[in-house]
């Protein structure tokens, strides 16, 4: 195994860690700027009214996309089993 493949390979491991975890952080950061905009206009700083709709649209978003994600991830998975044979010899 050359430093190319072991490179190659954490660099497609960042990538689907990213697009996994993409949807849920997206959804969170829209989520914080609209409320953030509500708390500015409205002069209500309360730490919680940011908490838990942030919590709630996360968890609407895994049960969404929650089935994609797992698919994503177990096809890398297989992916990267069955370049095994290839890696070793």
Same mark, same amino acid.
């Given at each position: 195994m050359t430093p190319n493949t072991v490179m190659e390979i954490g660099r497609q491991a960042v990538e689907v860690t990213l697009i996994i975890s993409a949807p849920m952080? *997206?959804?969170? @950061?829209v989520v914080g700027l609209v409320i953030s905009i509500f708390?500015?206009?409205t002069q209500l700083n309360e730490s919680t009214l940011q908490f838990v709709p942030k919590l709630v649209v996360m968890f609407l978003v895994l *049960?969404?996309?929650?089935?994609?994600? @797992?698919?994503?991830?177990?096809?890398?998975?297989?992916? *990267?089993?069955?370049s095994i044979p290839q890696l070793i010899g």
């Open positions: 952080l *997206l959804a969170a @950061l708390q500015a206009a *049960l969404l996309v929650g089935p994609w994600m @797992l698919q994503y991830l177990m096809d890398y998975i297989q992916r *990267l089993f069955e």
